[in-house]
C-alpha cells in the first residue's frame, strides 16, 4: 500500500522558514516524479513544485519560485520543501503527492504564517 | 500557464440526479486531464485520470469524456457520499493546473 506522510508545519512568522517532509513507502520511491500541491484555508487546489525520479528537473509554480526549493533523497524515501520569505499568502494545507496522474496523496501538513 | 476554468461554481442537486460539471482548457491538453474529489479535511481523491479512465476503486456511476480544450465529468445517478468539492487538473504541461472547484451541494 503507498503511504506519504507529511511532517514539519506549523506556525511561523513572515519573513521566517521552514522546511517540509515527505516519508513514502509501499512503491519504488526512486522511479516515481513526485509534488508538493497546496490548499489555502477555504480556497482551491494550488500546485507548488514537481521534481522527477532522479531530481533532473525541477519545477515551480511562479508564486513560490525563488523561495521554495524542493528536493529529494532516494536512499532515505524522502521528499522535502524548502520554504524561505514565507508570506501570510503562504499559509496552506501542504500536501505531497506521487505523480498526480497516479492518485496518491499523503494527508497534508498545516503551515501557518502569522506574526 | 494554461487556465482551467469550471463550471458551474457551485451545484444543487438531489440524490438519484445525473449531474455534469464542465472543465474547459485555455489551450489543447490533448486527453491530459484528472478529475478529483475533495472532502472537507480531507486530501483529494483520484476519480478519474486521462480525461476518461476510471481509478481502480471509484463507482462506475462516475464517467469522464472530452478531449483538445472541452471536458465533463458525468456522476449517472447522485448518491449520499458523492456530495463534495470536485476539481479538474491538467498534466499536459509541466506546470500542472487546476479548475477552482466545483461543490456539489444536497438541494
Known amino acids: 500500500e503507498v503511504q506519504l506522510v507529511e511532517s514539519g508545519g506549523g506556525l511561523v512568522k513572515p519573513g521566517g522558514s521552514l522546511r517540509l517532509s515527505c516519508a513514502a513507502s509501499g512503491f519504488t520511491f526512486s522511479s516515481h516524479s513526485m509534488n508538493w500541491v497546496r490548499q489555502a484555508p477555504g480556497k482551491g487546489l494550488e500546485w507548488v513544485s514537481s521534481?522527477?525520479?532522479?531530481?533532473?528537473?525541477?519545477y515551480y509554480a511562479d508564486s513560490v519560485k525563488g523561495r521554495f526549493t524542493i528536493s529529494r533523497d532516494n536512499a532515505k524515501n524522502s521528499l522535502y520543501l524548502q520554504m524561505n520569505s514565507l508570506r501570510a499568502e503562504d499559509t496552506a494545507v501542504y500536501y505531497c503527492?506521487?505523480?498526480?496522474?497516479?492518485?496518491?496523496w499523503g494527508q497534508g501538513t498545516l503551515v501557518t504564517v502569522s506574526s | 500557464d494554461i487556465q482551467m476554468t469550471q463550471s458551474p461554481s457551485s451545484l444543487s442537486a438531489s440524490v438519484g440526479d445525473r449531474v455534469t460539471i464542465t472543465c474547459r482548457a485555455s489551450?489543447?491538453?490533448?486527453?491530459?486531464l484528472n478529475w478529483y474529489q475533495q472532502k472537507p479535511g480531507k486530501a483529494p481523491r483520484l476519480l478519474i485520470y486521462a480525461a476518461s479512465s476510471l481509478q481502480s476503486g471509484v463507482p462506475s456511476r462516475f464517467s469522464g469524456s472530452g478531449s483538445g480544450t472541452d471536458f465533463t465529468l458525468t456522476i449517472s445517478s447522485l448518491q449520499p457520499e458523492d456530495f463534495a468539492t470536485y476539481y479538474c487538473?491538467?498534466?499536459?504541461?509541466?506546470?500542472?493546473?487546476f479548475g477552482q472547484g466545483t461543490r456539489l451541494e444536497i438541494k
Open positions: 521534481i522527477t525520479s532522479s531530481s533532473s528537473s525541477i
Open positions: 489551450q489543447s491538453i490533448s486527453t491530459y
Open positions: 503527492a506521487r505523480e498526480l496522474e497516479a492518485g496518491d
Open positions: 487538473q491538467q498534466s499536459y504541461s509541466t506546470l500542472p493546473t
